[in-house]
Antibody
């Protein structure tokens, strides 16, 4: 199993950014995918997930990002996405995707700064 | 929402001794239909992604040394690390996945005394 995040970088406050998580080594559609972040000096924060497609592919979010962040999946490409809108300075951190297989990506750094 | 707490915030343990970390959820994480506790433990080292240690509260992930053990039920869970080794220095997190949002505990920092 391999999960590879991409799309991170430096972005100005108020802008939008979409992260991708490309998966391999398992039947992607059959597993839920979560996004988790770690902001500098902080602990792990669960952001949201998309259920496995056989379970409806529905989404749930942490209250801290609900309405600003959107998780989605493209089973045809084995990719999960995290769309982040209205980014704030305190959204700076390392963003991880993790699957229900228990595997994690290496993370991608998002820096929100003017 | 289910709130997850951990204790202690940090602890220092001598090499070869035992470390005990506690995790408490504000509601039971037991799912009656399968009689499983939806709680996981992770080890986090700087610059590395979290590593799953246990799922279903006490099922050891493949490759995790058996000096690590997970236990507990209902709302109270424990991670025990016996014969502590230098490589065990890390922050340890528990997470409930019984009901979204799947909150993590605040973490427990473990170092060597």
């Amino acid at each position: 199993v391999q999960l590879v995040e991409s799309g991170g970088g430096l972005i100005q406050p108020g802008r939008s950014l979409t992260l991708s998580c490309t998966a391999s080594g398992f039947t992607f559609a059959n597993y839920s995918l979560s996004w988790v972040r770690q902001c500098p000096g902080q602990g792990l924060e669960w952001l949201g997930f998309v259920r496995a497609t056989p379970s409806g592919g529905t989404t749930e979010y942490a209250a801290s990002v609900k309405g600003r962040f959107t998780v989605s999946r493209d089973d045809s490409r084995n990719i999960a996405y995290l769309q982040m809108n209205s980014l704030r300075i305190d959204d700076t951190g390392v963003y991880y995707c993790t699957s229900a297989t228990g595997d994690w990506g290496q993370g991608t750094l998002v820096s929100v700064s003017s | 929402d289910i709130v997850v707490t951990q204790s202690p915030d940090s602890l220092s343990v001598s090499l070869g001794e035992t470390a005990t970390i506690n995790c408490k959820s504000s509601q039971s994480v037991l799912f009656a239909s399968d009689n499983k506790h939806y709680l996981a433990w992770y080890q986090k080292k700087p610059g590395q992604p979290p590593k799953m240690l246990f799922y279903w509260a006490s099922t050891r992930e493949s490759g995790v040394p058996d000096r690590f053990s997970g236990s507990g039920s209902g709302t109270d869970f424990t991670l025990t690390i016996s014969s502590l080794q230098a490589e065990d220095v890390a922050v340890y997190y528990c997470q409930q996945y019984r009901r979204a949002p799947f909150a993590f505990g605040p973490g427990t920092r473990l170092d060597i005394k």
